[in-house]
């Protein structure tokens, strides 16, 4: 919903105390703080508050938190052991320095993203993780949790190589990834590789007998002669 003002945002929470799901944009004024948010809030998503500095306290039992091109927030009050999901997108200035252990979902966007979280201490639970469009990271600024299921890595233009997979990964996907020369190890479970635009990216590397889903688009050095995937030969020109 658009606001035009914190008060308008206060008005409207005051006439819906038990709202679960807020989603705001700040309309052509903007502002700077938020009004204190609804107790039974489950999901809270701030989208274009560009003029925003602070948030008040999070209600306990939030869920997700999406913090979308909120281009002045510099940090947040503590983060509620509820929470489950966190979005980032474009917000430069937000450093988080710690994670509740219950996060299972990141997904972080934009050239600062590597400073928005620790990416080498992530939550031991963490299950899904998605990065785009940070030039600046290296693979050696990232330590992938032991329990990672889905790994998804887009427009990291000096990433050379990916840091070690778990073992647990079901899926990966890389695309838009100009520099990355290999993969590591593919776990045995692996069962979507997706990889897009990768020019630098070239073989050998074994494909696990459990692969259920390839797909490979413009990497040169990967879809030319046969790929193997146990006793099943893909002849990809």
Do not use: W
């Not at 209600?59 to 938190?65: C, S």
């Amino acid at each position: 919903m658009n606001f035009e003002s914190s008060a308008a945002l206060a008005s409207y929470l005051m006439s819906t105390p038990n709202l679960t799901e807020l989603s705001i944009e700040a309309g052509s004024n903007g502002f700077t703080t938020l009004p204190e948010l609804p107790y039974a809030l489950k999901v809270l998503e701030l989208h274009r508050c560009a003029r925003l500095m602070q948030v008040p306290t999070l209600p306990g039992g939030l869920t997700k938190l999406v913090l979308d091109y909120c281009s002045d927030l510099v940090d947040l009050p503590a983060l509620p052991a509820t929470l489950t999901a966190i979005v980032i997108r474009q917000c430069p200035l937000l450093r988080i320095q710690r994670l509740p252990t219950s996060v299972a979902s990141i997904r972080i966007e934009g050239e600062s993203a590597m400073f928005n979280i620790n990416l080498v201490k992530l939550p031991l639970k963490l299950k899904v993780l998605e990065i785009s469009g940070c030039p600046y990271l290296r693979a050696g600024q990232i330590a992938l949790p032991r329990r990672l299921v889905v790994l998804r890595v887009r427009d990291l233009v000096n990433v050379i190589i990916l840091p070690l997979l778990p073992s647990t990964l079901t899926e990966l996907a890389v695309t838009l990834c100009p520099r990355l020369i290999g993969l590591p190890f593919l776990p045995g479970g692996l069962k979507h590789l997706m990889l897009g635009d990768c020019p630098a990216l070239v073989r050998p590397f074994v494909l696990p007998a459990e692969l259920a889903h390839l797909l490979v688009h413009r990497c040169p050095g990967v879809t030319s002669g046969v790929l193997r995937v146990g006793n099943l030969k893909i002849d990809i020109q």
